[in-house]
């Protein structure tokens, strides 16, 4: 599977950004969004099921980002709105290999693509 996020950008405060992420090779997989902050760890944002029925979110985002897909544009899409400071970071698609009950568990997910970055001015 390769992965390949694109959307970042400079944004303000309370604006709004959608990230994309194209997928290729073996597609049917759980996908997911996680950040890393300047100074922090990576952490989980956002993932969704192959089918897209559920969702979940961390919950410094809910509320505020929705994650969606096109299974048959092989796209996975986060649209984050009322963008605060903190949202910077850069934003990582990833695909589940295994399963689990904890979606945000990054071992869980095998492949990822770059970051694109989100920067978020006050």
């Known amino acids: 599977v390769q992965l390949q996020a694109s959307g970042g950008g400079l944004v303000q405060a309370g604006g709004s950004l959608r990230l994309s992420c194209a997928a290729s090779g073996r597609t049917s997989h759980d996908m997911g969004w996680f950040r890393r902050a300047p100074g922090k760890e990576r952490e989980f944002v956002a993932a969704?099921?192959?089918?897209?029925?559920?969702?979940y979110y961390a919950d410094s985002v809910k509320g505020r980002f929705t994650i969606s897909r096109d299974n048959a544009k092989n796209m996975v899409y986060l649209q984050m709105n009322s963008l605060k400071p903190e949202d910077t970071a850069d934003y990582y698609c990833a695909a589940r290999s295994r399963t689990g009950a904890n979606w945000g568990q990054m071992a869980l997910y095998a492949y990822w693509g770059q970051g694109t970055l989100v920067t978020v001015s006050s």
């Open positions: 969704i099921s192959w089918s897209g029925g559920s969702t």
